[in-house]
T-cell receptor, first 118, second 107 residues
């Protein structure tokens, strides 16, 4: 049963602390997306990778957020230092793009990490 | 003005009713996605379409590229269809999301 996994599922932390969220994309998928969902803004794209290389991170506050793919099976999103306004659900999604075309016809979403920054 | 707008924002229906959710967009797109977010928070991709119509079970999605408009229809609605339905348009890779339509279907 192939699916995207995310850890942790819930995280409560204090303002100023570092937060690291992890995502394991579906095996064989070469594109990984990080999204954030808040009540006010809805879903928004933070960053995405193709074949582990960052293609677009313009949606991400660069002073405190960083996204990496240490290997093809792991994507990380780090916030340092965290702030209360970062409280949101962070979704990872993966897909397969080949030759410029989205092969899978969809993105597969992980269950999300619910982050609360006090 | 948002690049992707959905209507209605909230929708209630009785079981068995035919439901339509609309999505209009103002940017050039390569495809349009309809997503379903369950009350528990999980997101499922329902359709990706770039022209015409797609059907899956009781769900039908249509798109009119010239009018920059898409609709999601649910036939014979059921309480388990209660969820937030999100329209998202795709440029090259990135998705731009609508704010969602919250659907509640009552028995």
């Amino acid at each position: 049963d192939a699916r995207v996994t995310q850890t942790p599922r819930h995280k409560v932390t204090e303002m100023g602390q570092e937060v690291t969220m992890r995502c394991q994309p579906i095996l064989g998928h070469n594109t990984v997306f990080w999204y954030r969902q808040t009540m006010m803004q809805g879903l928004e794209l933070l960053a995405y990778f193709r074949n582990r290389a960052p293609l677009d991170d313009s949606g991400m506050p660069k002073d405190r957020f960083s996204a990496e793919m240490p290997d093809a099976t792991l994507a990380t999103l780090k916030i340092q230092p965290s702030e209360p306004r970062d409280s949101a659900v962070y979704f990872c999604a993966s897909g397969l793009v080949w030759g410029g075309l989205t092969v899978t016809n969809e993105q597969f979403f992980g269950p999300g990490t619910r982050l609360t920054v006090l | 003005k948002n690049e992707v707008e959905q209507s209605p924002q909230n929708l209630t229906a009785q079981e068995g009713e035919f439901i339509t959710i609309n999505c209009s967009y103002s940017v050039g797109i390569s495809a349009l996605h309809w997503l379903q977010q369950h009350p528990g928070g999980g997101i499922v991709s329902l359709f990706m379409l770039s022209s015409g119509k797609k059907k899956h079970g009781r769900l039908i999605a249509t798109i009119n590229i010239q009018e920059k408009h898409s609709s999601l229809h649910i036939t014979a609605s059921h309480p388990r269809d209660s969820a937030v339905y999100i329209c998202a348009v795709k440029g090259v890779d990135k998705l731009i999301f609508g704010t969602g339509t919250r659907l509640q279907v009552f028995p």
